[in-house]
């Protein structure tokens, strides 16, 4: 197959989709350093540093989910359902965790190479029909 053949047969939602997966998780992982850091001594410059990223976190977060949602109107329900923890868990951790812990952050570090990796094979393989 050759790659004007593969070019042809992208579809286009699914390329935006991948498109703001990825600036979302590239956005994501800038703010969640900062919304909850790995080593956190305790002092107001660092607290007040977290507290202003937190709303970034949530909003990219939510720019994610909004991918996620575009490969589920095209019918990428497995793609979707791999993008929603990269969506949901790290603002459902930053939220319900103390400021201080890294576990937001690790969550992004594991959740948001899945949903990249299911934009991109979405991406590159074709929908089945029925």
Do not use: C
């Amino acid at each position: 197959m050759g790659i004007r053949r593969r070019i042809k047969e992208v579809d286009p939602v699914v390329l935006v989709a991948l498109v703001v997966i990825v600036v979302g998780a590239y956005q994501l992982y800038g703010a969640i350093g900062r919304a909850s850091p790995l080593v956190d001594f305790g002092t107001e410059e660092e607290a007040r540093r977290a507290a202003e990223a937190r709303p970034y976190v949530y909003a990219w977060s939510g720019v994610i989910g909004l991918g996620g949602v575009a490969l589920l109107a095209v019918g990428r329900r497995y793609a979707a359902l791999l993008v929603a923890p990269a969506a949901v868990l790290p603002a459902v951790l930053l939220a319900s965790t103390s400021a201080s812990m890294a576990l937001p952050f690790f969550a992004a570090v594991v959740t948001i190479p899945l949903a990249v990796g299911a934009g991109v094979r979405a991406l590159l393989t074709r929908r089945r029909t029925r």
